[in-house]
């Protein structure tokens, strides 16, 4: 089983409308959670943390369920320039420190 | 800005060759990160260090070595290349206890 599972996509929505996805993890010591967004050729950019409670900044807003090991990522109003792949990120801790393990990323295409 | 710099946009080295990956950061950062990204895999770590002379295994480290001599360079190394280390590889790197990494822009290495 992967550390780190997400649907690859594409998700294919029209701008303005609402769309959501999800990750789970296998580690149940995982700590930190993370969404990385990776543009077409580029490199991968942190996006947001998610925390226990919920968060949100600005269109996005990222959810934490420790007991199902699951974490999602919530985009409204969605523009063209969404338009991504989505990787889903959590730390696994090492007695050397923390280090991240990446999802293979979720897809997603904003059309006009 | 933090700035991760690596080496070479694109790199075709022939099978068997010792390549050499080079990446800076120009913030201070004591932890750096190599990783290789490859479609429907995502990001695999290769080899980290959390400080100059330091280095630990990644989830993949067979094939490759790295040197941190000083704290602002972290290379990678490919021993004999060949041709299923073909792949894009990602340098990161990160303040201890931030885990919003900055990546290079990458490496497309093709070894033929």
């Known amino acids: 089983r992967k550390e780190v599972e997400q649907d690859p996509g594409p998700f294919n929505v029209p701008e303005g409308a609402t769309v959501a996805f999800n990750c789970t993890y296998s580690?149940?010591?995982?700590?930190?959670f993370f969404w990385y967004r990776q543009d077409c050729r580029k490199e991968p950019k942190l996006l947001m943390s998610?925390?226990?409670s919920g968060n949100e900044d600005g269109r996005f807003t990222a959810q934490l369920n420790r007991a199902s090991q699951y974490i999602s990522l919530l985009i409204r109003d969605s523009k063209l320039s969404d338009s991504a792949t989505y990787l889903c990120?959590?730390?696994?801790?090492?007695?050397?420190?923390?280090?991240?393990?990446f999802g293979t990323g979720t897809r997603l295409a904003v059309r006009p | 800005d933090v700035k991760v710099t690596q080496s070479s946009r694109y790199l075709v080295k022939r099978t068997g060759e010792k390549v050499f990956l080079e990446c800076v950061q120009d913030?201070?950062?004591?932890?750096m990160f190599w990783y290789r990204q490859d479609p429907g895999l995502g990001l695999r770590l290769i080899y980290f260090?959390?400080?100059?002379?330091?280095?630990e295994k990644g989830d993949i480290p067979e094939g490759y070595s790295v040197s941190r001599e000083k704290k602002e360079r972290f290379s990678l190394i490919l021993e004999s290349a060949s041709t299923n280390q073909t792949s894009m590889y990602l340098c990161?790197?990160?303040?201890?206890?931030?885990?919003?990494?900055?990546f290079g822009s990458g490496t497309r290495l093709t070894v033929v």
């Open positions: 990120v959590v730390n696994k801790k090492k007695s050397s420190g923390d280090k991240l393990t």
């Open positions: 260090s959390y400080d100059v002379k330091m280095k």
């Open positions: 580690n149940s010591a995982s700590q930190s």
């Open positions: 990161a790197s990160s303040s201890f206890g931030d885990y919003g990494y900055t």
């Open positions: 998610v925390y226990s």
């Open positions: 913030m201070d950062h004591e932890n």
